[in-house]
């Protein structure tokens, strides 16, 4: 019998830190490209930090290979957090990390006393891991964007008739 190539992944989710900064960099501009820091999301990411306490990393075998990051926002009168960017190295697509790293952050969006995680990303990715779309142009951005990709998870029960204004950074 032929012996047989057996690959070993050993995924880990970590909460981010600082010593993340660099490979999370290299992550996005793989994903997005020069022209992420032009969009909308990114404008709003400009006016502050994100919360790292519910930011995370995924690490196969010691390696960071995603990430997502989550930014504390005021939408209309909903205080919530904004999900991105998430991210997979192309070596690690289609497996089922940025899933998980989704389903974490929202999690612990919820647990820190968020109203609701918004996003700017495809429907038909995002609406079918529990995103709705928001009100046609209910929110301005401090940019462009196309109104028809703006999502939300509420996470309480009041949410869509709030989120109408501006979305901005909260402290």
């Not at 990114?42 to 919360?51: K, L, N």
């Not at 995002?126 to 046609?136: A, D, H, N, Q, T």
Request: some cysteine; aromatic content about 6%.
């Amino acid at each position: 019998m032929a012996p047989q190539l057996l690959l070993k992944h050993d995924l880990v989710y970590l909460t981010e830190d600082p010593s993340h900064d660099e490979i999370i960099e290299i992550i996005n501009a793989e994903a997005f490209g020069p022209g992420r820091h032009a969009r909308a999301a990114a404008r709003i990411r400009e006016q502050g930090p994100h919360d790292r306490s519910i930011s995370f990393v995924c690490a196969d075998d010691g390696e960071t290979i995603a990430s997502v990051r989550m930014t504390p926002v005021i939408a209309g009168s909903v205080k919530g957090h904004m999900l991105g960017p998430l991210a997979v190295r192309p070596s690690h697509k289609n497996r089922g990390i940025g899933r998980e790293l989704l389903r974490i952050a929202i999690e612990a969006a919820r647990r820190k006393g968020s109203e609701a995680v918004v996003l700017v990303g495809d429907p038909p990715y995002y609406c079918p891991l529990g995103f709705e779309k928001v009100s046609y142009n209910a929110l301005a951005f401090p940019g462009p964007v196309d109104p028809g990709r703006v999502l939300v998870v509420p996470l309480v029960d009041d949410v869509h008739p709030r989120l109408a204004g501006v979305i901005a950074w909260r402290p």
